[in-house]
Structure formats: structure tokens, C-alpha cells
């Protein structure tokens, strides 16, 4: 699944894997994005799979002319850009957690989002930001979540207000693949955590500075008084704006 672009395998060993869900906003995905502009990150690989939509582009970081015209695929290291084909989550479930076992990797983040509109009464209180995390992290994470005070993800009834007696149950609406991965990490012991905020789509700049940030402060990937640097791909995020000769 993974191919390198390097002349020898990457090691990936007892490295930290973030990477993103394809969710509401592209929240998860922006988040990286800051996070590879930023750290200059450079590209170690891609996945080869048929469950990504097929899609070639120019680089998304180019910083100058001399790299922007550099082809780059949908699914590179710890971006993924496209959405899945239909019907095959599972699968490509299946091959993401096979290479994160090879891999070696010490944990997996996975930076996600979720419809803010169809939150429970319990979960319009306080911070639009959520996580979870599978037992065998949260195990060695304990402390860390204990000081930053963050706000587990809230099981919800299938129904609210019709069945009261009715179990809760993990609901992340619009995540995509998020809560797959995240049962598939309880069920195999994989050290995987999730973090998510409720947002609507539109304009999902600031939730990606607040989700970043988020995992900022768990990670300390950069300095508190640091800027994000935003990738050159941003400023086409809306198009080239409407036409002056349309008026």
C-alpha cells in the first residue's frame, strides 16, 4: 500500500503517525496541512490503493517555482486529499491499519470533525472539541489528559427522547471513517486516539487553527508563541472570486 519516494524504506518506528479523516469542513485535513507547512515536512511516500478517487496534482506546499510544479497524489504520508470510493472504507481501513502495525509506529492521531447540528443536549455545553482514545493509550496517556482537562467524546442514546432506557452509543456523524478506525484500535489494541471538533461546513479556516492548536498543546509539534505557516494551496481554497464582468 505504502510506496516510498525514497531510495531506501522510511523508518517509521516508534514514530508519532497524525493524519486526518476526510470529515465535515476537511478539518482534519487542513490541520495537517498547517502542520506540514509549518514543520517543512518533507514527502517520504505515497499509498497506492484503488480505494481513493484518482486525483494528480501540483505541490500543495511549494515554496518557490522550483518545487511547485512537483506532482503529488491523493494520499501522501500523513495527508490524505480525496475522498473514499463507495463501498470501500473497509477496505481501506483493513490496508491503513496493516501499514500502521508494520510501520511501528508508538501512536496514531487522528484529527477529525463532526456535524455540529447534530449534536445531543450534552454535548452543546463547553468546548466544540472533542476526543477519544483506545485503552491501551489512554493507559500511558493518563496523566496528560488528566492535566489538559480535555472533554471525552459523549455517548449518545440512538434515538434521544424516545427510548430513555435505550444504551448510548459512539455517534460521529459526517466523521467518515473516524469511528471505524477507532472501534478497529479498541477491538486490535492499536494506540490510536482521535480528536475532533463539531463544525458546520463553510469557511473551516478557524476550526483548523483551533484543532491544530488543540493537539499543540499534547504534542508541543511547535512553540505556543509560533505561527502556523500557511500553505500557498490555501489561497485557493475559495476559487479566484467572481468575475468583475459579470457586473
Not at 35 to 49: D, Q, W
Not at 182 to 211: H, K, M, R
Not at 214 to 231: M, V
Request: glycine content about 8%; some cysteine.
Amino acid at each position: 500500500m505504502f510506496i516510498s519516494s525514497q531510495d531506501s524504506p522510511a523508518a517509521f518506528k516508534d514514530f508519532t503517525l497524525v493524519m486526518p479523516a476526510v470529515a465535515v469542513g476537511n478539518v482534519g485535513q487542513l490541520a495537517v496541512d498547517l502542520i506540514v507547512s509549518t514543520l517543512n515536512m518533507s514527502r517520504v511516500g505515497y499509498f497506492h490503493t484503488d480505494c481513493l478517487i484518482p486525483m494528480a496534482g501540483n505541490n500543495p506546499y511549494a515554496s518557490g517555482k522550483e518545487d511547485a510544479e512537483e506532482l503529488h497524489t491523493p494520499a501522501e504520508g500523513v495527508q490524505i486529499q480525496r475522498s473514499l470510493v463507495i463501498m470501500r472504507s473497509k477496505k481501506f481501513r483493513q490496508q491503513l491499519k496493516s501499514w500502521i502495525k508494520a510501520s511501528g509506529f508508538s501512536r496514531t492521531v487522528v484529527l477529525s470533525s463532526s456535524h455540529a447540528y447534530q449534536r445531543d443536549d450534552q454535548q452543546l455545553q463547553g468546548t466544540s472539541l472533542r476526543y477519544l482514545m483506545t485503552p491501551s493509550l489512554l493507559a500511558a496517556s493518563a496523566d496528560a489528559l488528566k492535566e489538559l482537562g480535555w472533554r471525552e467524546m459523549e455517548r449518545i442514546p440512538a434515538f434521544p427522547g424516545v427510548d430513555a432506557d435505550a444504551e448510548p452509543r459512539l455517534c460521529i456523524p459526517g466523521g467518515g471513517i473516524t469511528k471505524g478506525l477507532y472501534t478497529d484500535g479498541c477491538a486490535e489494541d492499536l494506540p490510536l486516539a482521535v480528536l475532533l471538533l463539531f463544525c458546520s461546513e463553510g469557511d473551516n479556516i478557524p476550526d483548523a487553527f483551533a484543532l491544530v492548536n488543540h493537539l499543540n498543546d499534547w504534542l508541543h509539534l511547535e512553540e505556543p508563541s509560533s505561527k502556523w505557516k500557511i500553505p500557498t494551496s490555501w489561497s485557493l481554497l475559495f476559487g479566484s472570486g467572481i468575475p468583475p464582468a459579470l457586473f
